[in-house]
C-alpha cells in the first residue's frame, strides 16, 4: 500500500472513531468558524504536552510501557486526521507531494544544515 493510502486510512479510522464517539454530535465544520481554529489548538495542546514529557523525561500516565512523547505524538496524530477526515482533506496525497517537494528543496540538504545562518537548531 503507498503513503498516501496508508495515511488516508489513518484519515478515515481516526475520523470514524473520533464521530463514533460523539465528538462531532452538533458541530457544523462549515458553518461555524470556531470550530477549525478550536481542533487546531487541541493538536498543538499534544504537542506541548509531547514536549512537557520529553523535556522531564516521563512515562505516559494511560499506557505506563510507553514514552509520554510518543503517546502525545500519536495523540496529535490522532487529532490531525480527525480534522482532515472532518475536512474531506486529502492529507496523504499533501504528504506525498510535500516530502517530494521537500526532497528537492536546497534547504533541505545537509550542506544547508551546516552552513551559517542554515536550517540547523
Known amino acids: 500500500m503507498e503513503l498516501k493510502s ?3 486510512a489513518v484519515v478515515s479510522a481516526a475520523h ?3 464521530t463514533a464517539a460523539g465528538w462531532w ?3 457544523d465544520i462549515h458553518g461555524d468558524r470556531h ?3 478550536a481542533k487546531l489548538c487541541l493538536i498543538h495542546s499534544e504537542i506541548s504536552e509531547a514536549m512537557e514529557g520529553h523535556r522531564k523525561g516521563l512515562m505516559d500516565d494511560k499506557l505506563p510501557h510507553r ?7 500519536a495523540d496529535a496524530l490522532i487529532r490531525i486526521a ?4 472532518a475536512l ?8 506525498e507531494e510535500k516530502m517530494a517537494f521537500n526532497a528537492q528543496r536546497a534547504d ?5 544544515r551546516a552552513a551559517a545562518g542554515g536550517k540547523s537548531y
Not at 474531506?88 to 504528504?95: I, K, S
Not at 533541505?108 to 544547508?112: R, S
Open 6 to 8: 496508508k495515511i488516508n
Open 16 to 18: 470514524g472513531a473520533s
Open 25 to 27: 454530535a452538533n458541530t
Open 35 to 37: 470550530v477549525v481554529p
Open 67 to 73: 514514552p509520554m512523547i510518543e503517546v502525545e505524538l
Open 82 to 85: 480527525d480534522l482532515a477526515g
Open 88 to 95: 474531506g482533506l486529502d492529507l496523504g496525497g499533501a504528504v
Open 108 to 112: 533541505h540538504k545537509p550542506a544547508a
